[in-house]
């Protein structure tokens, strides 16, 4: 049975690392249980080999049919254990890699249910840190409870059971040593933990830094601030570097005490036990055993202690990585059934509030409507609204006053998938995949077929210039598209967005920005066709692509100051006619519109 892609559990915030720990191990309980099975028959056949052993030597003056029978009987324990071990360790293997993959699968479900905010106030290589550490903690946590703690401690009252029937004195030394040594270990390794979660931040902020600077190589270079970078990020390695050495240094001087009393307690053993055979009360089998119970168990705790340190560093991965993943979602659906029907595309927005958390204000009582099928165009400096309005519109954020209607439906109360579906979206800046060309094109529409993809590439003006790659459609476009021009990668997003043509409202934010002027003509007559019975949102900073549009809104501070065409409001001598005679006076030229009316 293959692991389920699809299965996950239901997280929640300020969910704790062993009850997540807890929550992802029981899921496959039919691994897990078998598993513990085998492991207890397999430490229960190894500890019993000592009394075996005992019977073995004590034996040895016995008739040799007796001697045999107790030397297969050890063979045969031995075998059991052997193979108690290894089954545990098939069984694991499917446990372990199960809840790995679940615990992966599960925070990045939480994670990409974050909105635009969270992701703008952190850096990505960070988060999928955050991700791998905090599962790949759960999968190092799980095989030390199977294969270290759980047998440890079976193992102690196996031993201390057999002790105590050679000579309960004994059974009592190691029993009171054992619980001390136990409790001082907790002790000692409490502080560990937040010395494993300093070292697990610190390697999670240099990622960060590092993935940081590499996405953006090309500005360290262009500015000539390789030297800086490099400074900076070697401060970032210099304090991962000191805090895993505080965290190892820490787990030596552990293992230092761990040993010592390890020491102790052997020497002691050793001497009661010889003490006892030379008065009488231990038989030479006996001493046997009693070294061989005391030294196993000595093995098993000593693995208790490293056990514990590691277990604290995995504990500390998985409390690092919760803690920044398991936020409140920003932005919820109050219902998982409802779906937006937008058959027509009508927008309205109703006395909307929105201040990005209060930092700062853009819409105070902001209403609008735009009828189905109407093109408008949105004018205005920059921090005016213009793109918090289509963010809005495609729920990025949540409005904290008034709502938002798409043909009649209250966007806050369908699932936002199904709002983004009757949404395409081009942006300013082009959000490409390190893919294929292929498969950044098709996901406007995964199920289109080949034909289809070609042709919103050649409406697209992209065809052309793929078809003079080497690999063509296949061709790899680097991380967010740093193998393509502005204007190459610019067509790829209007391609994808050619293949959304289902989606009744369509959103260009300066759409034909970073391209040229050849490339922009045959751009906007693709733009022509998809305009056609829809509803059209479009940003422009140059207001001669915007000539053609039904209605144009002038936005400043988060309010509609002018409203109208481009006749109506040049007419009218207020902002919009300063804008146009300013850039008709600086660089407008022979700029085509955008956008030609239907």
Known sequence: MEPSSTKRIALSPKLGAWKFTYLLSKQYWYFAVPALFMVFLAQAAGVSLSYILKELVDALDSPEGQVMLWAWIYIGLFAVSQLGWRSSGFLGMHWITRTRALAASSLFAWLSQHSSSYFADRFAGSLATKVTNASNGVSNMLPRLLWNFFPTFLKLFLSIGLAYLAKPMLALIMAIWSVFFLILNVILVRRKAKLSEAAAGAYTSLKGQLVDIITNIRAVHQFAHLGREKDRAQRYIDKHTRTSLKSWRYSEVVLIVSNLMQNVLLMGIVMVAIWLNRQGQLTIGEVVMIINLAWGLLDSLLFIGNSLNGMMENYGEVKEGLDMILHPHEIVDSSQEAVLQAPKGEIRFEKVKFSYGGRRGVFENFSLEIPAGQKVGLVGESGAGKSTFTQLLLRMYDVEGGKILIDGQHIAEVRQDSLRRKISYVPQSSMLFHRSLKENILYGNPVATEDELIQAAKQAGAHKFIMELEKGYDTLVGERGVKLSGGQAQRISIARALLKAKAPILILDEATSSLDSESEHIVQQAL???????????????????????????????????????????????????????????????????????
């Open 528 to 598: 022509n066709q998809l305009i056609q019975h829809r509803t059209v949102i479009a940003i422009a900073h140059r207001l001669s692509t915007l000539l053609a549009m039904d209605r144009i809104l002038v936005l400043d501070k988060g309010r509609i100051v002018e409203d109208g065409s481009h006749a109506e409001l040049l007419a009218r001598g207020g902002m919009y006619a300063r804008l146009w005679a300013l850039q008709a006076g600086g660089f407008l030229g022979g700029e085509q519109p955008m956008l030609a009316k239907g």
